[in-house]
């Protein structure tokens, strides 16, 4: 009888225990503390990065990762993406082929996985 009662209560317990674990984070109450939101993997290269971002709205990161490096800032490149392909185009001139490196390096870092075709033209200053 005494294991009847545990059994009981401990069936009791998982029923009302139990369906709460399947909600997702996102269902807890306003205000309550939560887990930082799930990191997603990388796009593979030539595949939709996972995210709603549009064109113009990668060319702005890729704009912005290029124009934190004073010298790639002054050389004005140009910035066209498609998110569809996960790739985008950059095109302009600089004066070194680090400087050309370097712009590459940054556009890729802009988003993970992204394919960058590179028309740079590297025109030495005289």
Known sequence: MKHYVW???VLIASTLVLPGCDKKQDDRAPGSESSPPAVTAPAAPGT???TSMSDSDLEK????KLESDDSLKQAKLSVSADVKENKATIS???VSQNMRAKAVDLAKSAQPGISIEDKIDVKPSV
């Open 92 to 94: 302009g001139t600089v």
């Open 48 to 50: 939709a990065p996972s």
């Open 7 to 9: 059994l009981m209560l």
């Open 61 to 64: 990161v890729i704009r912005a």
